[in-house]
T-cell receptor, first 117, second 113 residues
Framework: GAVVSQHPSWVICKSGTSVKIECRSL??????MFWYRQFPKQSLMLMATSNEGSKATYEQGVEKDKFLINHASLTLSTLTVTSAHPEDSSFYIC?????????????FGPGTRLTVT | GEDVEQSLFLSVREGDSSVINCTYTDSSSTYLYWYKQEPGAGLQLLTY?????DMKQDQRLTVLLNKKDKHLSLRIADTQTGDSAIYFC?????????????FGSGTQLTVLP
């Protein structure tokens, strides 16, 4: 149980276009999902907390108009990178909260590699 | 503020034990975690320890927590080539659903044959 998937696993797009990344909890419902960004050989940087049915909470320095987050259902959150630029190239990872034996845990998706040319 | 630090690299020979260290600054942390990330993949939860525990063992993994020094370590016994990966420690201030994890920089473990 507690499997999180992401789609696509990798994507290449041209500068100026928008890209949507999906994060799904496959066998559980997640009211809260998190979006992270990871640069090569670096740690995960939390971008935003996605709450089902309400607006996402963005971390300081993350542009909410550039990184649009929609958590329309209990099993799906999407991250749209709008007007992508090469500096947006990164590895994007989502996680979903799951209550396991009375304790909340975060389960991570496999990540999406975005390359902007 | 919250800050989690790890050494960046560790190399060991196959069959030896690996010890990955982590220090954190927030004494309010209630849970501390170890995650494993293989190349091009997401994070896999390996183990966790509650802050009122000193040690936790799970098969080849042993977690030691020194709360006074805010030091956490992960020992992998009989390290195998499949253990080569990046290992992240992370802290959480509570087990509440909206609490975020703060990650360390990650330690690249290389297992030599």
């Amino acid at each position: 149980g507690a499997v999180v998937s992401q789609h696509p696993s990798w994507v290449i797009c041209k500068s100026g276009t928008s890209v949507k990344i999906e994060c799904r909890s496959l066998d559980f419902q997640a009211t809260t999902m998190f979006w992270y960004r990871q640069f090569p050989k670096q740690s995960l940087m939390l971008m935003a907390t996605s709450n089902e049915g309400s607006k996402a909470t963005y971390e300081q320095g993350v542009e909410k108009d550039k990184f649009l987050i929609n958590h329309a259902s209990l099993t799906l959150s999407t991250l749209t990178v709008t007007s992508a630029h090469p500096e947006d190239s990164s590895f994007y990872i989502c996680s979903a909260n799951f209550r396991d034996r009375g304790r909340w845990e975060q389960y991570f998706g496999p990540g999406t590699r975005l390359t902007v040319t | 503020g919250e800050d989690v630090e790890q050494s960046l690299f560790l190399s060991v020979r196959e069959g030896d034990s690996s010890v990955i260290n982590c220090t954190y600054t927030d004494s309010s942390s209630t849970y501390l975690y170890w995650y494993k990330q293989e190349p091009g993949a997401g994070l896999q939860l390996l183990t966790y320890i509650f802050s009122n525990m000193d040690m936790k063992q799970d098969q080849r993994l042993t977690v030691l927590l020194n709360k006074k020094d805010k030091h956490l370590s992960l020992r992998i016994a009989d390290t195998q080539t499949g253990d080569s990966a990046i290992y992240f420690c992370a802290e959480s201030l509570s087990s509440g659903s909206a609490r975020q994890l703060t990650f360390g920089s990650g330690t690249q473990l290389t297992v030599l044959p």
